[in-house]
């Protein structure tokens, strides 16, 4: 059997032919993109580990995929990457205290929003029943209406 | 001698900016029509003293003027003229210039299209716009001159950044600075309301076609800088969630509830104190934009704080104008009144969910673009926040924006009724179940984002279509085409507008869940295939252009046997600063692009190859175009035409007529 595959790989190098991926193992490339996409490039502007062509990213991609192949746990490699250059790498910010508001930022927005939207749809109800429209807004309105009819 | 002749312009249009900005509004304030008057020839004069120093730096550039600091540091003699015309705005200080320009001339066009409005008004309007530039122009003028000579001259300039060596750096920044400096005008209209104490449904219908407008500028620019990020970065994305990005995406965020905002204070008279502070918060957005890019702060903290005069300037500047509008609008905003009542369920709290809604997704992008400079200049640590905490926060907080996108137009304004609402749409909400569950099964593969991608696009096609149907079912006599034809132009726009939503979506979800990447080595005469499509390579060679000499590979692409296209990608050197930049190659269509990019070239002749199909990926921008003309079709309705053409019958009768 062995000889079939020294053939094989002969073939590869000595013809043209199919294009050979960077990496051997597509499990291990899948998820390294997967890994890759949420780690910074260090040495770029403001680029994730999967798109730069930066040769230090080269490097750092090419010492994640060994870390996959020893068969250690994407948490594993983070925490790594992390002892190592901390947590500037890791473009998902980790929940912690000094992140607490990044995180919980955005939800307290939107439920803060939600019930402010929802009070002021109530007391307007009420100050609405309380004072109609002026009589000046009335005449406006009227005006602004009567003229759309006339444009129409 | 020219540079000198800008700089004094530059003087000059800041004491007529001074001027502009006090004197009309004492004026209005003491009710003097003569010193209101002042406005109009003030604002044109200024425009043409900032065309001037605009002009002389642009000869520099022509001319190569490397006694010019600032033509040395972002300019070369190699460099072809359209780049070095466009490296004007290729960094700070002429980024400010052309800011400063685009102001003087939209406050020229509203000199020239506000003969309608009360004389008080728009002179408290241009007076605004007037204080604005005195900031941008004192800040040129004491920290960022672009006109500072270099004693003695340079003999070669250092050359423009080579990312920036391309056509979308000629287009996208004016745009964008239309786009954002065109809220100034809504700002103005906003802060003259507030001073004048009239904030009525004519300051909205007014203000409306002018913040349209400018949305639709920002619309463009924004989508002209991510098609510049897709082909010229080389690694196919189309957005970043870069701070960059972010500064640019807030003020549109904050401007698409504000155009919604202005429509309801136009037809209801409603929202007029929330409508204000829109305005005021989106411009504001666009000055912190204009900065965090501006400013250099987004590269580095420390940077930024051991220059701190620029830094110093900009934030006291910042605070002068967020400050005092806000102060202004605390004292004012009680006194207005409430405008027409609206029932819970009705298209104003529709419209008022969407902003809410809006205004949170403004929030969460503006808390992940400065958080890490906060934590890092109180000295926390650095983190990055990127694509991955975006995704996961914006689309969350957009999902019901768009939802509520398909059924606000459908729902009367004042009262509806959830029963009748609910049975208008249980089609559209059938045939958008249906999409969302079947269509990714067709195509091939499940996930939930491209079932929600789907539904949301299919919800807001579905729900125009409901809305079409009953308007022509309103209307009486003449046939389809007729009905269609006197449906008023601003709700075509309307529509339009949306479906470009619906046809943006489509293009995210079409390029996430289905795009395939190869990243493989290739030798010459190797093939490679991605999404069915056959790449063979056929080796490389040298070229040389004007500025850099290149490496050009050359693939050709074939489909079950047949020859499509040959794709030439680049790997170019720039002489100037010995920069490498990968030049993708791209072969676009409606269905999908076709993306090679060159890696690194490898022993024997090999070199690494990113490969690409992204299905669909055009839509992303079609949608923002389509965005844009229904922009335009709106501001072209004829409810607006009146308000430059026949202005004696718009004028409100509560508004004070100070002469014309």
Redesign the interface.
Known sequence: MNWVIVLLLVSGSAW????????DNPAI?ARLKQLA??L?CLVC????LA???APQA?DLRREVREMIAQNMSDQEIIDFLVSRY????????PFKP??V??WA??FV??V???V??AV???R??H??RE????E??R???E??LS??SK?? | MIPEIGHYALILALCVAFVQGTVPVYGAAVGNPRLMALAIPAARSQFFLVLIAFGCLAYAFFMNDFSVLYVAATSNSQLPLHYRLAAIWGAHEGSLLLWTFILTMWMFAVTVFSSHLPAAMRARILGVMGLVSVGFLLFMLSVSNPFERLIPAAVEGRDLNPLLQDPGMVLHPPMLYMGYVGFSVAFAFALAALLGGNL???WA?WSRPWTTVAWCFLTIGIALGSGWAYYE???G?WW?W??VENASFMPWLAGTALVHSLAVTDKR?GFKVWTVLLAIMTFSLSLLGTFLVRSGVL?SVHAFATDPKRGLFILSFLAVVIGGSLALYAWRAPRV????????VSRE?FL??NN??L??AT??VL??TL?PLF?DALD??????????FD??FV??ITPVLFLMGIGPLAQWKKAEVPALAKRVRWAAGVSVATALILPLVLGEWTPLLSLGFLLASWIVSTAIVSVREQLAHMTGGGLIGRLGRL?RSYWGMLLAHGGIAIFVIGVTMVKGFETE???????????VVGGYVFR?DGVQNVKGPNYTAVRGTFHVSRAGRDLTVLYPEKRRYLAQNQVM?EAAIDSGLVRDLYVSL??PLEDGAW??RLYHKPFVNWIWGGCLVMAVGGVLAVSD??YR?AWRREP??V???AQLVGR
Do not use: C, H
């Open positions: 043209a032919g199919e294009a050979r991926p960077m990496g490339e996409s949420e910074r502007q403001n680029q994730t798109d730069s062509n080269e901390g947590d500037f790498v890791l473009y998902r910010p000094t992140t508001l990044l930022g955005p927005l939107m803060g929003g939600g402010a939207l002021t749809l109530r307007r109800q100050m609405i004072a109609m429209m002026t000046d807004d005449r406006r309105v005006q602004l003229q759309r444009e129409s | 009525d449904a004519a219908r970065l080389g690694w994305g970043f870069d701070p008279g590269t009144g409430l405008g027409g009542g609206f029932a819970p709290s008022l969910a809410v809604m205004i949170a929030g969460a808390l992940g958080y934590l926390l640590g650095k983190i990055s926040v990127g694509p991955p905490y996961s926060v969350p907080l008023p190869q990243d493989v080595r290739m030798n010459v005469g190797d093939t490679a390579f990968t890696g690194e690494s190859v004829r409810r009146p019958q718009m409100p009768a509560g």
